[in-house]
């Protein structure tokens, strides 16, 4: 089983859903910046997506690479931590996390495009370790 995702974490994401974290998270980036924007299409795309996190899980699941570096950890560094380059400094990407940590996530550009990307740049690290 490549179980990448957590139902759990997802579900812990949610709770600040209508700002697309739990979107994200489950790579869908498109979307997650919508209900950013539009604070989860007005509430109702939120409460819908209580009952969708278990088939976004599986999607993820199935759609990422299970490895030695650990989304959920990866995720929580970023969410929590991201300013500071603590999620790139875990993936091994210290001279960007340097950096992430004096720029305030190189003036949050960075940890935009982390949002977008995290599940892709976990998923190839996975990769080439697993070859």
């Known amino acids: 089983m490549n179980d990448t995702h957590s139902k759990l974490f997802g579900y812990i994401l949610w709770i600040f859903g209508f700002l697309g974290a739990h979107r994200f998270y489950?790579?869908?980036?498109?979307?997650?910046?919508?209900?950013?924007?539009?604070?989860?299409?007005?509430?109702?795309?939120?409460?819908?997506?209580?009952?969708?996190?278990?088939?976004?899980?599986?999607?993820?699941?199935?759609?990422?690479?299970?490895?030695?570096?650990?989304?959920?950890?990866?995720?929580?560094?970023?969410?929590?931590?991201?300013?500071?380059?603590?999620?790139?400094?875990?993936?091994?990407?210290w001279l960007t996390g340097i950096l992430y940590l004096f720029t305030g996530g190189f003036f949050l550009v960075g940890v935009l495009y982390d949002f977008w990307t995290l599940n892709e740049q976990v998923s190839v690290k996975n990769a080439r370790v697993a070859y």
């Open 26 to 93: 489950y790579g869908k980036p498109v979307t997650g910046t919508i209900w950013f924007f539009t604070l989860g299409l007005f509430g109702i795309g939120w409460l819908i997506d209580l009952f969708l996190i278990p088939s976004m899980d599986r999607e993820a699941d199935l759609r990422f690479h299970a490895g030695e570096t650990d989304y959920n950890i990866a995720w929580l560094l970023l969410t929590f931590l991201g300013l500071f380059g603590v999620h790139r400094m875990y993936m091994g990407k």
